[in-house]
């Protein structure tokens, strides 16, 4: 998983065909310490980004990150799905029902 800025969002996520998860944390969150490693493993077959809400405050008000972690769906530029909390990976990859 790669940590990008708000620059990088808007060529890897906002520019985007298909479907790009971006994982919206912060380094003193302990739920975002437990769910990274789940996200982790969908990375491993899926596009899936990380967003420091610390270092990137504007990109998380934009998408009203308002508790993390916060995980979005993108399809094709645009949120399709969103959830907040640790989930598991299967709930991860339903997101795309």
Aim: aromatic share 12%; charged share 30%; with cysteine.
């Amino acid at each position: 998983m790669k940590k990008i800025s708000a620059e990088e969002f808007n060529t890897l996520v906002r520019e985007s065909k298909g479907d790009v998860y971006v994982d919206f944390f912060a380094e003193w969150c302990g739920p975002c310490k437990h769910f990274s490693p789940i996200v982790g493993v969908v990375a491993q077959d899926e596009t899936v980004y990380q967003v420091d809400v610390d270092e990137e405050k504007a990109l998380a008000f934009e998408y009203e990150v308002m508790s993390i972690p916060c995980l979005i769906l993108f399809r094709d530029g645009k949120e399709y799905k969103r959830s907040v909390g640790v989930i598991s990976e299967k709930e991860i990859r339903g997101m795309k029902q």
